[in-house]
């Protein structure tokens, strides 16, 4: 495409040097569609940009500043302009809360490196043997950011499947992390629903037996379930175990006897457990 003035066109360097984007840059942004020049010369293959460009390329230096993708950076160029500002907001929100978990995150680190004893004396752990029974699991390897998205769409696909079936759901339903989740670890993550009846295992289902064990746990409201906050819960629980009794080959667990769509961050949401072998006598 040939603008009708050429000769009020700027370089790929002039316009480097106004928007305050490298030539790197403006190739990449070009190349992904975010900023395409405004024409090329067909016989040097120079890219040649408007002044009325430069408006977008800032905005796309300074979303680039705040911390958005490139993908994101595209959804908000695409919005129409009223959308745009939300966009921008619901991203900081999120940065807002990154923030504040990786703070409380680091708080928690430099306790345990100085060796402080951890801030558990608030829960009230309690110990309770669990039966054995039948259940149907979902298992998946997953990233962090998919973690709270797989758990509660499971917690309420799993006993509808159950039910579809023809059997009965016959305990509340809990989540076993046979591994760490986080940015170096997926699991895996295995989403747990007792049940009766006759069961067939379809779509990734799994039937297996839970077996019976002794749990130490803690009830967290909905807010405390949120990380790093539930680390603690977590350190509180091991703690427990280990002083009453030796660890268990189970993996530790959460409990959701709730829907937890319809919770407040104030209303209890469920249990972190963990699995051990009590002393005797």
Not at 28 to 39: A, I, K, S
Not at 148 to 157: H, S
Not at 200 to 215: D, S, V, Y
Not at 219 to 233: D, G, M, N, R, V
Request: include cysteine.
């Amino acid at each position: 495409m040939t603008p009708t003035n050429p000769t009020a066109s700027m370089t790929i360097s002039a316009f480097a040097g106004a928007s305050r984007l490298s030539l790197k840059a403006l190739r990449l942004y070009d190349e992904l569609g975010l900023l395409p020049p405004e024409w090329v010369d067909p016989d040097n293959g120079y890219r040649h940009y408007s002044h009325k460009q430069l408006p977008q390329a800032r905005l796309i230096g300074l979303l680039r500043q705040l911390g958005l993708s490139l993908g994101s950076i595209r959804a908000v160029l695409d919005a129409p302009a009223g959308q745009q500002p939300d966009l921008i907001r619901g991203h900081w929100t999120q940065a807002e809360i990154q923030h504040t978990q990786r703070r409380e995150l680091a708080r928690y680190v430099l306790r345990t490196l100085k060796g402080e004893p951890p801030m558990t004396q608030h829960f009230n752990v309690q110990q309770r043997h669990v039966p054995a029974q039948q259940i149907a699991t979902l298992s998946r390897r997953l990233r962090v950011d998919e973690l709270p998205g797989f758990i509660e769409q499971q917690l309420k696909a799993l006993p509808q499947q159950i039910m579809q079936a023809g059997a009965t759901v016959a305990g509340i339903p809990f989540v076993i992390y046979h591994g760490q989740v986080n940015a170096d670890n997926d699991g895996p993550v295995e989403v747990c629903v007792p049940y009766s009846g006759s069961l067939i295992p379809t779509g990734g289902l799994t039937l297996r037996e839970a077996p019976a064990h002794a749990e130490a746990y803690v009830t967290l409201s909905k807010a405390q379930f949120s990380f790093p906050s539930i680390l603690e819960a977590y350190d509180a629980v091991a703690d427990y175990a280990s002083a009453h009794g030796e660890n268990s080959s189970l993996s530790p667990r959460e409990v959701y006897p709730h829907d937890w769509a319809g919770l407040k961050d104030s209303d209890p949401a469920g249990d972190v457990a963990w699995p051990f072998v009590p002393q005797q006598g």
